[in-house]
């Protein structure tokens, strides 16, 4: 596999479940990010971890807990989550934080719905 | 604030044609500039770029214009064709901040 994966790509959950989104990057790289994607709304950066530290939380609520276990991996735990978080969640890549040229790599993204 | 607008949220164009989408941004500290294309159910893929000490570079079919004084950007893609029909994303980068600021997206769709 090349590239950022992300699963599942869509997800259905209820107010009072318990789910997690994960993504892995094959391309070496040394930062990782969530954003979230909402519809008429520019991309909104949640997380960013740097070699598996998190550098940046971007004032998301509590009920969403990012998971960085090593560099390659990134997980987003859901929780007792709203309607209004219905969204596309976008994982990406980076070679370094705060690098001169901070190119992104996505991966297809997790779209999440919230009953 | 930083800020980044894309000037129309939606543009059609014919197969062959030129098209141009246009961005402003709102931070002059901003030192590199990306854009994205986001074709329906994937995510955001890296097009050009261009740093803030050049004004233009082409890429293949594609063109970025960058314009410091007025704080705009433009992707330019030449002979457009179907599979062109995406949204497109400008992003502004500080490498101190070390983050990228994005803008709204325009959707480019392309008439056969």
């Known amino acids: 596999e090349t590239g950022v994966t992300q699963t599942p790509r869509h997800l259905v959950m209820g107010m009072t479940n318990k789910k997690s989104l994960k993504c892995e990057q094959h391309l070496g790289h040394n930062a990782m990010y969530w954003y979230k994607q909402s519809a008429k709304k520019p991309l909104e950066l949640m997380f960013v971890?740097?070699?598996?530290?998190?550098?940046e939380n971007n004032s998301v609520p509590s009920r969403f807990s990012p998971e960085c276990p090593n560099s390659s991996h990134l997980f987003l735990h859901l929780h007792t989550l709203q309607p209004e978080d219905s969204a596309l969640y976008l994982c990406?890549?980076?070679?370094?934080?705060?690098?001169?040229?901070?190119?992104?790599?996505f991966g297809e993204g997790s779209r999440l719905t919230v009953l | 604030g930083e800020s980044v607008g894309l000037h129309l949220p939606t543009l059609s164009v014919q197969e062959g044609d030129n098209s141009i989408i246009n961005c402003a941004y709102s931070n002059s500290a901003s030192d590199y500039f990306i854009w994205y294309k986001q074709e329906s159910g994937k995510g955001p893929q890296f097009i050009i770029d261009?740093?803030?000490?050049?004004d233009k570079r082409q890429g293949q079919r594609v063109t970025v214009l960058l314009n410091k004084t007025v704080k705009h950007l433009s992707l330019q893609i030449a002979a457009t064709q179907p599979g062109d029909s995406a949204v497109y994303f400008c992003?502004?980068?500080?490498?101190?901040?070390?983050?990228?600021?994005f803008g709204d997206g325009t959707t480019l769709t392309v008439k056969p």
């Open positions: 992003a502004e980068n500080n490498a101190n901040a070390g983050k990228s600021t």
């Open positions: 971890y740097n070699f598996k530290e998190q550098t």
């Open positions: 261009i740093r803030s000490n050049m």
């Open positions: 990406a890549s980076s070679q370094e934080y705060r690098g001169v040229t901070g190119e992104l790599f």
